[in-house]
């Protein structure tokens, strides 16, 4: 038997990140980077790593031998200035798909954002498609979408497989309204990822909701390209969110 794959997970000790390890452990050997957030415990399969992605020689150790990336690391904060993003999702972006190029890694998934088109949802602009235009609603939605740039450059310049992933709310459950549109579970995010490394797919756009019957986000191309078949539905959770009708 064939011993598994190895995926580095940048950014594993973030909120994504600790939803997502368990759902790949089964699957693949596990490197997760870390910075100022230690990962613990650390499972059976998995390994940590400390680098900081803004580092370049740093993201170059961690990534030899690897097989496959995910790319979660960075910046989070939506409302985030120009000054927040610009070193972990500017540069430490390139220095992540950079140092997968130099090691010969031919697939990475990056963890984009619903804030990339975030305008439309502003606009109440729905459905949303991922062929649209990029409008972001800030220097976050900016950076994501120079990430998803890059990553396409990588895909036609170096022929690398660059899989980008517009996030939703990742929740044990939804919270609110807003919730029951953007919910991705923690069962169907573990899905997504590993379709997305798998997936015969060169360079792709995906958003990714579970099967939320209240979606406004359209996941219709990652159903057919990547094979993802999403099990849950944040509509289980309405009645205790939504105001009675009576």
């Not at 973030?14 to 939803?19: D, L, T, Y």
């Not at 430490?92 to 990475?108: K, L, Q, S």
């Not at 953007?182 to 899905?191: A, C, F, H, N």
Request: hydrophobic share 40%; glycine share 10%; with cysteine.
């Amino acid at each position: 038997m064939s011993e598994r794959k190895l995926v580095l997970i940048t950014g594993a000790s973030g909120s994504v990140g600790s939803f997502l390890r368990p759902t790949l452990r089964p699957f693949y050997r596990l490197r997760l980077q870390q910075h100022r957030r230690r990962i613990s415990p650390v499972a059976a399969g998995e390994e940590a790593v400390s680098a900081d992605i803004q580092d370049l020689d740093a993201v170059l150790r961690l990534t030899q031998g690897v097989d496959a990336v995910v790319h979660l690391a960075g910046e989070a904060g939506a409302r985030a200035g120009w000054d927040a993003v610009r070193g972990p999702n500017i540069d430490g972006t390139y220095n992540v798909f950079e140092a997968a190029r130099r090691a010969g890694v031919g697939r990475v998934v990056f963890a984009s954002s619903n804030h990339v088109t975030g305008m439309y949802d502003r606009n109440h602009a729905w459905p949303i498609r991922p062929e649209q235009p990029v409008r972001p609603d800030g220097y976050y939605g900016v950076s994501k979408a120079f990430g998803e740039a890059l990553a396409h450059l990588h895909a036609d310049a170096f022929g690398m497989t660059m899989i980008c992933l517009r996030i939703g709310w990742v929740l044990e459950q939804p919270h609110d309204e807003q919730g029951l549109r953007m919910w991705l579970s923690p069962r169907d995010l573990g899905q997504l990822v590993r379709c997305s490394l798998e997936a015969p797919v060169r360079f792709g756009l995906y958003y990714g909701l579970s099967n939320n019957r209240r979606a406004q986000w359209e996941i219709a191309n990652a159903r057919r390209e990547l094979g993802y078949h999403p099990e849950d539905d944040s509509e289980a959770f309405a009645d205790g969110i939504l105001p009675d009708p009576a």
